[in-house]
């Protein structure tokens, strides 16, 4: 009974202990009117031992849900104006939210402004794109295969200027931030 936008904490069958403990929450990149839940999970050189953990079992192996929530879901009202800015992986909620919004057959005004280190760490870009969004990337090289509907704008991190030229409207909208916790400070600042 998860909406769009939350995460789910899982626990693993082995249960080995690492520095941070037996858990971790991850965004939820599916709806809920699908039959199987889909994470978001980026695995970093070299990973943790949980990741090893989750990494290393077979296809159909079980996990624990111990935990779902959060409150970064959707408005209610859906003729408010949003703002994603997703750094990275940050873009997982935001997934989420279109996809369910795309199964539901609800049209919002949406733009996400999405920056990368690299064109390579572009996640989900084909759920995006089917889900009619206008994205904004933002990185400090082009992406070869950028939909046509797409804009990119040159940048190594994402500036009130940017922000500006991506979405001049911004007044007008709802921003949801979403990447790791510099990424969100600074842009928070930014759109303060």
Same mark, same amino acid.
């Given at each position: 009974n998860y909406e769009p936008g939350q995460f789910v904490e899982?626990?693993?069958?082995?249960?080995?202990?690492?520095?941070r403990g037996v858990r971790r929450s991850f965004s939820v %990149?599916?709806?809920?009117?699908? +039959?199987?839940?889909s994470l978001?999970?980026?695995? !970093?050189?070299?990973? $943790?031992?949980?990741?090893?953990?989750?990494?290393?079992?077979?296809?159909?192996?079980?996990?624990?849900i111990v935990n779902y929530g959060g409150d970064f879901v959707l408005p209610k009202n859906n003729k408010m104006?949003?703002?994603?800015v997703a750094g990275g992986i940050g873009v997982t909620?935001?997934?989420?939210?279109? %996809?369910?919004?795309?199964?539901? +057959?609800?049209?919002?005004?949406i733009v996400l402004v !999405?920056?990368?280190? $690299?064109?390579?760490?572009l996640a989900y870009a084909k759920r995006l794109e089917d889900a009619g969004i206008k994205v904004v990337i933002v990185s400090p090289d082009k992406p070869i295969d950028l939909p046509k509907s797409w804009r990119y704008l040159k940048g190594s991190r994402l500036?009130?200027?940017?922000?500006?030229?991506a979405a001049g409207d911004i007044p007008t909208r709802v921003a949801y931030v979403s990447g790791p916790t510099p990424f969100v400070q600074s842009v928070k600042k930014s759109l303060r």
């Open positions: 899982i626990g693993l069958p082995s249960g080995k202990s690492d520095s %990149t599916s709806h809920p009117g699908q +039959k199987d839940i978001g999970i980026k695995f !970093y050189e070299p990973s $943790s031992s949980f990741k090893k953990q989750l990494r290393a079992l077979p296809i159909g192996s079980q996990i624990q104006p949003l703002l994603y909620p935001f997934v989420s939210h279109v %996809t369910a919004l795309k199964a539901a +057959k609800e049209a919002r005004d !999405y920056a990368v280190n $690299s064109p390579s760490e500036t009130k200027e940017l922000l500006e030229t």
